[in-house]
T-cell receptor, first 115, second 108 residues
Framework: DTGVSQDPRHKITKRGQNVTFRCDPI?????LYWYRQTLGQGPEFLTY????????KSRLLSDRFSAERPKGSFSTLEIQRTEQGDSAMYLC?????????????FGPGTRLTVL | GQSLEQPSEVTAVEGAIVQINCTYQ??????LSWYQQHDGGAPTFLSY????GLEETGRFSSFLSRSDSYGYLLLQELQMKDSASYFC?????????FGTGTRLQVFP
């Protein structure tokens, strides 16, 4: 296993379309996180899973965003009715989890451009 | 609310030492992390402070003072490849809250 992978790496879509991104975490990691990053800013937390359970979702996340991790392995992030403000890099990260701090390993991201 | 402030840009020459500061207005966090991100790349973990004091990892050291709401990343023996953006982040529950980021440019 070489790390966290994300697909696609780039997505261009028209406003109003739906898009779905996939993240494959490091295999033994039970925690999976989604972040969004715009140019010149730090990553912004969106949501995270422990195994298949979605434990927290940012209040900034509108109802147009939904994430799943059905079998506790890969995860998908769907954005419905995309808006130009959704244009950003969407980063996925994973960690082992547990009671102590564990570093998060980030994937290469999916860059979304909404026209 | 919670915010982490960093200088937007720092410049230095190869071989020098640079300190990147992080001041925060948040409470109840587990610790302070530092991540490096090259242009077009993914953030990668550098260092973590759970307790006050200095943590050293090779050329990089990180410091935390909860009483001063302050931390810093110290990079020694700078190399050209250290040119990147650096983010401090607090761990709150299990998520990371990132700072504004500091772009480091290393010149020959």
């Amino acid at each position: 296993d070489t790390g966290v992978s994300q697909d696609p790496r780039h997505k261009i879509t028209k406003r109003g379309q739906n898009v779905t991104f996939r993240c494959d975490p490091i295999s033994e990691h039970n925690r999976l996180y989604w972040y969004r990053q715009t140019l010149g800013q730090g990553p912004e937390f969106l949501t995270y899973f422990q195994n298949e359970a979605q434990l927290e979702k940012s209040r900034l996340l509108s109802d147009r965003f939904s994430a799943e991790r059905p079998k506790g392995s890969f995860s998908t992030l769907e954005i419905q009715r995309t808006e130009q403000g959704d244009s950003a890099m969407y980063l996925c990260a994973s960690s082992i989890g547990g009671n102590s701090y564990n570093e998060q390993f980030f994937g290469p991201g999916t860059r979304l451009t909404v026209l | 609310g919670q915010s982490l402030e960093q200088p937007s840009e720092v410049t230095a020459v190869e071989g020098a030492i640079v300190q990147i500061n992080c001041t925060y207005q948040t409470s109840g966090f587990y610790g302070l992390s530092w991540y490096q991100q090259h242009d077009g790349g993914a953030p990668t973990f550098l260092s973590y402070n759970a307790l006050d004091g200095l943590e050293e990892t090779g050329r990089f050291s990180s410091f935390l003072s909860r009483s001063d709401s302050y931390g810093y990343l110290l990079l020694q023996e700078l190399q050209m490849k250290d040119s990147a953006s650096y983010f401090c982040a607090v761990s709150r529950t299990d998520k990371l809250i990132f700072g504004t980021g500091t772009r480091l440019q290393v010149f020959p």
